[in-house]
């Protein structure tokens, strides 16, 4: 079965530092591969999605993510975190085929010290 | 282009009780999903739909859940009896067609069962 894995819970980095949260999948092929972000109390915000050519893809807010076929990874990236940025991020795949779904990880909590 | 559409944004209802939620898609968007969503973790897919025939419902708790989309357009689901347990945000989601798998969600109903 599909699955995905953020192994990071929480995560606090220093306002201004870089960020890097992961994501790992498991599934044979290549799927379609997301990172959303939500605030609390809000609904789920896409920061940037994986189709398939060039494997550093770009996303709102400043954000990029990398795609490692040999690692089976997605994670997203961060040059420099803002305290806006402070938030619950979650991974998803979706198999591509017709009768499936998008599949999250449990979610990494980032928080954003001073 | 309107958003997914959820109501109520917020509902609390005393255990043994029934509640139901509503959602409107996009436009065209033939593929909903109901996903709930407990606090601290990612959002777990409860049913699939295909215009109105159900793809998948597999991890609906089908002896209290129930779910519709007769039209093909908006859909429904309930809860009867409600559990303690049953405290989550249900989110609606919806997509144009399997190739096309970028998800738009609509901002979920907070359901608080005491």
């Known amino acids: 079965a599909q699955s995905v894995t953020q192994p990071d819970i929480h995560i606090t980095v220093s306002e201004g530092a870089s960020l890097e949260l992961r994501c790992n999948y498991s599934?044979?092929?290549?799927?379609?591969l997301f990172w959303y972000v939500q605030s609390p109390g809000q609904g789920l915000q896409l920061l940037l999605k994986y189709f398939s050519g060039d494997t550093l893809v770009q996303g709102i807010k400043g954000f990029e993510a990398e795609f490692k076929r040999s690692q089976s990874s997605f994670n997203l990236r961060k040059p420099s975190v803002h305290w806006s940025d402070a938030a619950e991020y979650f991974c998803?795949?979706?198999?591509?085929?017709?009768?499936?779904?998008?599949?999250f990880g449990k979610g990494t909590t980032l928080s954003v010290s001073s | 282009e309107a958003g997914v559409a959820q109501s109520p944004r917020y509902k609390i209802i005393e255990k043994r009780q029934s509640v139901a939620f509503w959602c409107n898609p996009i436009s065209g968007h033939a593929t909903l999903y109901w996903y709930q969503q407990i606090l601290g973790q990612g959002p777990k897919l409860l049913i699939q739909?295909?215009?109105?025939?159900?793809?998948?419902d597999s991890q609906l708790p089908k002896d209290r859940f129930s779910a519709e989309r007769l039209k093909g357009v908006d859909s429904t689901l309930k809860i009867q009896p409600a559990k303690l347990e049953d405290s989550a945000v249900y989110l609606c989601?919806?997509?144009?067609?399997?190739?096309?798998?970028?998800?738009?969600f609509g901002q979920g109903t907070r359901l608080t069962v005491v």
């Open positions: 599934y044979g092929a290549t799927p379609y």
């Open positions: 989601a919806s997509i144009l067609a399997a190739g096309l798998p970028e998800a738009f």
């Open positions: 998803a795949v979706f198999v591509g085929q017709a009768g499936t779904a998008l599949i």
């Open positions: 739909f295909q215009n109105n025939g159900v793809v998948d």
